[in-house]
């Protein structure tokens, strides 16, 4: 089973987990779905979407966890991109990991990460 991952603001994070509920960060609730990325498309994302943010964390779910409100749809250049059209329960997180910056402003990845 394939993990998908959330880039996401920790202080936002942990409000949801506090709230035991994850409804998503702005563009995600303007979209109308959280948007996800595959390892092997998740460096694009931060480039695009996070370059240069601080304090963001890496969130890795087990994508049959989330059952039918999981779809995977046409994006960035007709890539199949994961979207949930629900919620996210922080339980079914198979963990998180912090996406620092290094010396050059480029995201460090965890070793795992493609």
């Known amino acids: 089973m394939p993990l998908i991952y959330k880039i ?27 948007h996800f990325s595959s390892a092997g498309q998740l460096r694009e994302t ?9 304090d963001l964390l890496l969130i890795a779910v087990d994508d049959a966890t989330l059952g039918p409100a999981l779809r995977y749809e046409a994006s960035r250049g007709g890539a199949l991109f994961p979207h949930l059209y629900a919620p996210l329960d922080p339980g079914t997180v198979r963990w998180i990991a912090k996406l620092p910056l290094d010396a050059s402003g480029h995201h460090v990845f965890p070793e795992d990460i493609a």
């Open 8 to 34: 996401c603001p920790e202080g936002l994070w942990r409000d949801a987990e506090a709230a035991g509920r994850f409804s998503g960060a702005p563009v995600d609730l303007a979209d109308g779905y959280i």
């Open 46 to 54: 931060v480039a695009k979407h996070f370059a240069g943010q601080r």
